[in-house]
């Protein structure tokens, strides 16, 4: 029986007409519990401004915002309140905004701020399965039954800044059978919140993966393993290598394997459990079934000590009615339930240096000692191997210790190819070998596809909630920026990337790329299309956006974390799942993005990388029949060997960024100062390893020889040397074999008769250091004026003053259309120089801004297909279009 919020005004108002009035509310918790409450407040007529419970989990919205969207009640889905301790400001202003008279908190499990509980004119009120004082926490109907107690109830009371402990506004009681347990209780007294069942074992697993996610952590369900046990966090799967393990009622043994628990339904189909709950309450790892009890006990720090004690404290103030609270006290025995839970959470988040621990954390670490245990380990960092067993390579450099993954990252696990070959990535600053990394085969690619299709046609992924599929995206870039200086640094070791650039452009435009698209998730829509009506009939007509499957995504080496966000993250915002083949080399921060995907929860198989040779690798990709698109970046040659593999295998979608010789056009009428210093950066941002880099420079005459001079000035003032030196400005080469072909460009540029103005050749130091170059009287016909560098060359000609058709004419003659630039203070001349370029980018005034909103692709040779914004997402979607007659 539930208690209305009229009942509670009726006994507190000193006016007898103020109970009469209708009251705004707002309904802040969560489950069956929750909706029953929501429910019977509106059957009162009070009007519900607002519900605000938890987000969708696996694309499934909380019972209690079921029926508040069916109700069109606004509903909102804050995975937290609060931050490191504080109110998030944009959640405190969108509760506030609703303009609720009176909190009402059925189930609550997230931990609120006083500044919500205290906002409306009425406060807050929790309603309360036990009889308060004695018991408190939302599962306290358990502690009522364990502790003998003759009498059961219900309460409704004042939510204080203890929420469980403020005053008392009424109670319902009735008696405690001798046979009476949670499930009768609930169902003749409370509303069942759940139910303890025995899981039925031969039914087809997805019968039984329906049952089990079916039921809350408590009560629960169960099946008999050498005793009663309770599963959570239950997952279709595929099938590993484990140990056998009887099941009752089971068609066949289940096997305990690293990821858990796998049983198998009546159809031999497997289903993983992550967690066990024996009948004692305690939780393991279902990975952890067979090992000992007994975890080798770790030696405190002195300033891990003073944690415990704050710990200890915290401990204190939940179970108050413990004297003392030692090692061996467990926490569940003494009185905590699931907000106790909760507090206990986000106490220790807040007064010990912000570390996150897990709801299921303390399930599984009951008694003090344990829990101390389990919260160093999380503190130090240890306790990850628990989820993703890692090979790290680690390297002391730019002041921490970086952690390198450097095996496959095939369905959510990294290992070995499966022949175990391997190959060195090097370090370009000074040649060294950085690690082994390893080197897929064709078995591995098909292995990483294979699993790629299972994450789509049958995992969570496939079926969640586009705003939920958000949510992991924006969750992943938030890890990204948490490790940015860590990716940076792997970035500079692997690429040579000047590290002040990683930090800012690699890796910061790589998080702002997925948070862009994250917001895309959700906004995929399509149209509706009047058509002729074939009468008597009607006709409706709309068109769907769809996912297309199992992506291939093939990145070059000169930018290799922020290609990989290009591709990928529009990829997966679409909903497709992906494999992906970073740059041979330069394999290591695509293989630490993997790391955090598994971090941020990204489900297996959603995204996997396979490191290795194109030749391999890439043709594997552009042949497999189960791909149904791949996305690529790099040179025009193996662009058209990828399209031609495509089209013959099984048509897959085609995009392809490719080569580039873009076109910069320098007036006389230009900002010298923004020209020459824009000029330097179109060629040399980045070593000059980039695509858009300005291929070759058209200068007005009348400029030319004053442009060329402030240019070589500027140059001389560069510090070329180690990029992890906040000093520098001109790192290394990518690797060896391309500063020998910088070298080789530079010869054939003076052997044509260019003139060399300064540079053109390798750096007398260790490493793959090139001088920034300039030529000049670069005639149309030569190679160094047709052919990308891919470096750091200024290729400079001259045009006549005036002549504004002759230059574009030039400027247009080639075959490549990546982007292009102009510089006048003549915006007459800028529009009509743009609108003339053929080229996918034009740059006014500017070089090298793009952003992730603004799409990004070429013209001609330069390939087709679009990068970043709306349009990207395109290129991972198809149009289904829906014709009904009515």
């Not at 070998?433 to 897929?440: E, F, G, L, Q």
Request: hydrophobic content about 40%; aromatic content about 8%.
């Amino acid at each position: 029986m539930l208690w209305t919020a009229n009942t509670i005004i009726r006994k507190f108002s000193s006016s007898s007409a103020y109970y009469q009035n209708k009251l705004k509310l707002a309904l802040i918790g969560q489950s069956l519990f929750g909706q029953e409450v929501y429910t019977n407040l509106r059957k009162q007529g009070h009007k519900v401004v607002g519900v605000f419970t938890v987000p969708d989990k696996d694309g499934k919205a909380d019972p209690l915002a079921v029926v508040a969207e069916k109700d069109g009640t606004p509903v909102f889905k804050f995975p937290r309140w609060r931050v490191k301790g504080k109110p998030i400001p944009e959640v405190v202003e969108a509760y506030k905004a609703v303009g609720a008279e009176l909190n009402v908190m059925p189930f609550c499990s997230q931990f609120i701020p006083m500044n919500v509980i205290d906002f409306p004119k009425h406060g807050s009120i929790i309603y309360h399965p036990s009889i308060l004082p004695r018991h408190r926490g939302a599962s306290a109907i358990n502690w009522t039954l364990i502790e003998g107690d003759k009498k059961a109830g219900f309460s409704i009371f004042w939510a204080d800044d203890g929420l469980d402990t403020g005053p008392i506004l009424l109670q319902q009681e009735c008696p405690v059978e001798p046979n009476d347990t949670v499930d009768t209780l609930y169902n003749r007294f409370l509303f069942p919140e759940g139910i303890k069942a025995m899981v039925n074992m031969a039914q087809p697993a997805e019968v039984i993966h329906n049952w089990i996610r079916g039921h809350d952590k408590v009560p629960g369900a169960w099946v008999v393993i050498d005793g009663k046990v309770h599963f959570l966090n239950n997952s279709l799967g595929s099938v590993p290598a484990g140990q056998p393990v009887e099941v009752e009622g089971a068609s066949q043994p289940g096997l305990i394997a690293k990821s858990g628990l796998i049983l198998f339904g009546s159809d031999g189909k497997a289903l993983q459990v992550k967690n066990l709950q024996f009948e004692d309450r305690n939780m393991i790892p279902a990975s952890k079934y067979f090992s000992s009890d007994e975890d080798a006990s770790l030696d405190l720090t002195d300033d891990e000590k003073e944690m415990a004690e704050k710990i200890r404290a915290i401990w204190k103030g939940i179970l108050s009615n413990v004297p003392v609270i030692d090692d061996t006290t467990d926490f569940f025995k003494s009185g905590a339930a699931s907000m106790d839970v909760v507090r206990l959470v986000e106490e220790v988040k807040q007064k010990c240096g912000g570390v996150q621990l897990q709801n299921e954390d303390v399930y599984m670490a009951t008694t003090f000692q344990s829990f101390i245990q389990m919260f160093v380990r999380r503190l130090r960092g240890e306790d990850q191997e628990e989820e993703l067993l890692i090979d790290y390579v680690t390297k002391d450099v730019n002041n921490m210790t970086v952690k390198m993954p450097h095996q496959c990252f095939i369905n959510g696990n990294f290992e070995d190819a499966e022949d175990g070959k391997t190959y060195n990535t090097v370090n370009p600053t000074d040649g060294s070998v950085i690690c082994k990394v390893s080197y897929a085969s064709v078995a591995d690619v098909d292995r990483a596809v294979s699993a790629a299709k299972e994450a789509f046609d049958n995992g969570p992924w496939g079926k969640m909630n586009p705003r939920d599929r958000g949510q992991l995206l924006y969750r992943l870039a938030d890890l990204m920026e948490e490790h940015q200086e860590e990716l940076a640094t792997i970035e500079t070791l692997d690429s040579g990337a000047v590290y002040t650039l990683a930090l800012k452009t690699h890796v910061g435009m790589s998080i702002q790329t997925f948070r862009y698209f994250a917001g895309w998730c959700d906004k995929i829509q399509g149209s509706t299309i009047p058509i002729n009506q074939a009468r008597p009939n009607r006709n409706l007509t709309f068109t769907k956006k769809e996912p297309l499957g199992v992506c291939a995504i093939v990145i070059p080496w000169n930018y290799p974390l922020m290609m990989l966000a290009w591709k990928s993250a529009a990829c997966l915002a679409a909903g497709n799942t992906l494999v992906l083949k970073p740059a041979q080399v330069t394999p290591l921060t695509a293989l630490k993005f993997a790391e955090l995907t598994v971090k941020a929860g990204i489900p297996k198989g959603v995204i996997n990388i396979v490191p290795g040779s194109g030749g391999l690798v890439g043709q594997r990709m552009s042949d497999h029949p189960d791909i149904r698109k791949l996305g690529f970046t790099g040179s025009t040659p193996i662009g058209k060997q990828i399209m031609k593999s495509c089209a013959v295998s099984n048509l897959k979608k085609v995009s392809l960024e490719l080569g580039g010789k873009s076109p910069l056009i320098i007036f006389s009428d230009c900002d010298m100062d923004k020209a020459v210093r824009m000029g330097m950066s179109s060629v040399y941002f980045n070593k000059g390893e980039n695509c858009i880099a300005a291929g070759r420079l058209f200068v007005e005459e009348s400029i030319h020889d004053e442009y060329i001079r402030r240019v070589v000035e500027e140059i001389k003032k560069m510090k070329i040397g180690d990029p992890l030196d906040r000093s520098t400005d001109h790192g290394p080469q990518n690797h060896k074999a391309h500063l020998d072909k910088l070298v080789e460009y530079c010869e054939l540029g003076v052997k044509e008769g260019a003139t060399l103005v300064y540079g053109g050749r390798q750096v007398d130091r260790q490493g793959f250091f090139m001088e920034p170059t300039v030529f000049t009287d670069v005639e149309d016909h030569m190679f160094i004026a047709k052919e990308e560098s891919f470096g750091p060359v200024m290729v400079v000609s001259k045009f006549k003053d005036g002549d504004v058709d002759g230059v574009l004419s030039r400027a247009n003659n080639t075959e490549f259309g990546l982007a292009s630039g102009v510089f006048t203070r003549d915006i007459n001349k800028a529009m009509y120089v743009s609108e003339r370029l053929e080229a996918g980018t034009v740059f006014v005034n500017t070089y090298n801004k793009t952003d992730v909103a603004a799409p990004f692709g070429g013209f001609k040779q330069s390939g087709f297909g679009k990068d970043l914004g709306e349009e990207a997402l395109h290129e991972y979607l198809r149009t289904k279009a829906v014709t009904v007659e009515y």
